[in-house]
């Protein structure tokens, strides 16, 4: 009996797993797969895997299939970096204006409608059908390593951090992801497994705060990315991994707000396993 295990090769998701890169054979029932937030989102609908950090937005779809890590998620202090709108204009400047969206990543996309809409008031033509063009499109939004790298690159004359927009305006630090459960894990025999990867996960994201040159080093082996160290290191100061009680206020409070312009059909709350 294998535990079907959504892995999302970010960096963001690095204090996650990079302990079981090395020591995969110490865990023969934990099945590891590779993908992208909104590849995972569909997997955990179709129940082709049991839980992963997807994003956040999955639970409030599916909230009767879905229950959540009370530990975990994946958040951030006031900046998050690697969830950015990349702009040629000032983001007031961006009604009825083309903004290219990610095809990674579902939580981002949301918070972005969110903040536009209800901060803003703002309201662009989103694209997502096609391939990012700079002639016809005004901004982009990207999430995880391709944000990272664009902001090294700095090809756009503004930017701006998702994570920052959201606190600035709630005070609260936003929860991009979250471990994501479906409730066929919590079976008798995928239980034991489950109890098992949820401490062994949290333990290695202490680790990875104890010592994170060896754990960065181990993640770039397998996943590599060419960005410089310090960038890298500074990204980690910015990450949170703890599910704290203001975390939580703030994601039911997402939801309340992507029930209110339609995003999801409920304003739904957390459920734990």
Avoid at 79 to 106: C, W
Avoid at 244 to 263: A, H, M, P, V
Wanted: charged residues 20%; negative net charge; hydrophobic residues 40%.
């Amino acid at each position: 009996m294998n535990l079907n295990i959504g892995r999302i090769p970010f960096l963001v998701c690095a204090p996650f797993f990079y302990n079981f890169l090395t020591k995969e054979g110490d865990f023969p029932d934990f099945l590891f797969i590779d993908g992208t937030p909104r590849a995972h989102n569909e997997a955990l609908k179709n129940n082709s895997i049991d839980l992963a950090p997807a994003s956040s937005i999955t639970f409030a779809k599916k909230p009767e299939l879905f229950l959540l890590s009370p530990k975990l998620c994946t958040s951030c202090h006031f900046e998050v970096q690697s969830v950015k709108l990349f702009s040629q204009k000032p983001l007031l400047e961006l009604h009825h204006m083309n903004i290219h969206l990610t095809n990674q990543s579902d939580t981002s996309i949301a918070l972005l409608e969110v903040l536009l809409s209800c901060r803003f008031n703002v309201t662009p033509t989103y694209i997502r059908d096609r391939a990012y063009d700079p002639k016809q499109d005004a901004a982009r939004l990207l999430i995880g390593d391709q944000a990272l790298l664009e902001t090294n690159a700095n090809h756009f004359p503004y930017s701006y951090d998702l994570a920052t927009l959201w606190e600035e305006w709630h005070h609260l630090p936003f929860v991009f992801g979250a471990w994501i459960i479906h409730k066929n894990a919590l079976s008798k025999e995928k239980k034991p497994i489950l109890d098992r990867f949820l401490d062994a996960a949290e333990e290695n994201v202490k680790s990875f705060r104890r010592d994170p040159q060896t754990a960065i080093d181990t993640w770039l082996k397998k996943y590599p990315i060419p960005l410089p160290a310090s960038m890298i290191f500074s990204y980690y100061d910015s990450l949170d991994y703890s599910f704290t009680s203001e975390r939580k206020e703030s994601l039911e409070l997402f939801y309340s707000l992507c029930n209110q312009i339609g995003i999801i059909p409920n304003a739904t709350k957390l459920r734990f396993i």
